[in-house]
C-alpha cells in the first residue's frame, strides 16, 4: 500500500490545468457527453466549461481540492452557499451556451435545472454537495479520487452534515458506496438516453462521527 496522495485546496492559479485535467476526466462522461455533444470542437468546448464552473459556480473555489501536480480535483459546494450568485450565473450563461450550443442551451438548462430541483427534495437539509470528482485517467486506480475525498467527508462527520452528489457513471457508485453515499434515486434526463444516480450520505451524529464509514474497497478500485 502506498501513501495516500497530498491533497491542498485550489486557487484561482490552478484553474487552467484544472480546467484541462477535467476535460479529459469527463470526456467519456455520459453527462457531459451530453452537454458538449459531437462537435469537432468538443474538447476546446469542454476546456472553456470547466474553467467556466471552476471560476464562476465553485463558491469561489472555497472546498475545491486539488493535488501539486493536477492530477485530480473534488469541486465541493459547501452547507449555506450557492454555487454561484446572479452575476456569476450571468457570466456562466455565454460559457454554457458555448458548452452546448445555443440551439441547445434551453434543454441543457432544463436538465440542470431538474438535477436542482431533485437535490433539493432528496437534500432538504443544510449538507455539503460534491458538484464534481474527476481525476486524469491515466492516474485513476491510485487512491487520488478517496484522498480528495477525505477533507470534506471527515469535515462533515465533525458538523454532522450530510453530503450529496449526482453520477452518470454506474462505476462511480461502487466507489461513492465505499466512502458511505447511498443511491437514494435513480432517473434517466428527460430527451435523452443519460441516466443518473442520485446519492447520499447521511449526516453522522456527534456521538459517532469518530467511527469508520467506508466500506471494503473492491479489487483495482479506488
Known amino acids: 500500500m502506498g501513501t495516500a496522495p497530498h491533497v491542498r485546496r485550489a486557487t484561482r492559479d490552478d484553474i487552467p490545468p484544472l480546467a484541462a ?5 469527463f ?11 459531437t462537435a469537432s470542437e468538443r474538447s476546446q468546448r469542454m476546456r472553456d466549461g470547466w474553467t467556466a464552473i471552476l471560476r464562476f459556480a465553485s463558491a469561489g473555489l472555497s472546498a475545491t481540492w486539488t493535488t501539486d501536480d493536477h492530477a485530480g480535483a473534488a469541486v465541493w459546494i459547501p452547507p449555506g452557499r450557492a454555487a454561484s450568485g446572479f452575476i456569476d450565473q450571468l457570466r456562466m450563461l455565454p460559457a454554457l451556451a458555448e458548452l ?13 435545472e431538474l438535477l436542482e430541483r431533485r437535490r433539493r427534495a432528496l437534500a432538504p437539509t443544510p ?4 458538484s464534481a470528482l474527476g481525476v486524469e485517467p491515466e492516474r485513476q486506480g491510485e487512491g487520488i479520487g478517496s484522498a480528495l475525498l477525505a477533507p470534506v467527508l471527515a469535515e462533515a462527520d465533525a458538523a454532522g452534515l450530510a453530503c ?4 452518470a457513471v454506474g462505476r462511480n457508485v461502487l466507489l461513492y458506496e465505499r466512502h458511505g453515499f447511498d443511491v437514494v434515486e435513480e432517473l434517466v434526463l428527460p430527451n435523452t438516453d443519460v441516466h443518473g444516480w442520485l446519492m447520499l450520505r447521511a449526516a453522522t451524529s456527534a456521538a459517532t462521527a469518530g467511527a469508520p464509514r467506508t466500506r471494503p474497497s473492491p479489487s483495482g478500485s479506488g
Open 164 to 167: 450529496y452528489l449526482e453520477t
Open 21 to 25: 485535467m477535467l476535460a479529459r476526466a
Open 27 to 37: 470526456a467519456a462522461d455520459p453527462f457531459y457527453s451530453y452537454l458538449s455533444g
Open 127 to 130: 449538507h455539503w454537495y460534491l
Open 100 to 112: 452546448t450550443g445555443w440551439t441547445r442551451l434551453r434543454q441543457a438548462s432544463a436538465a440542470l
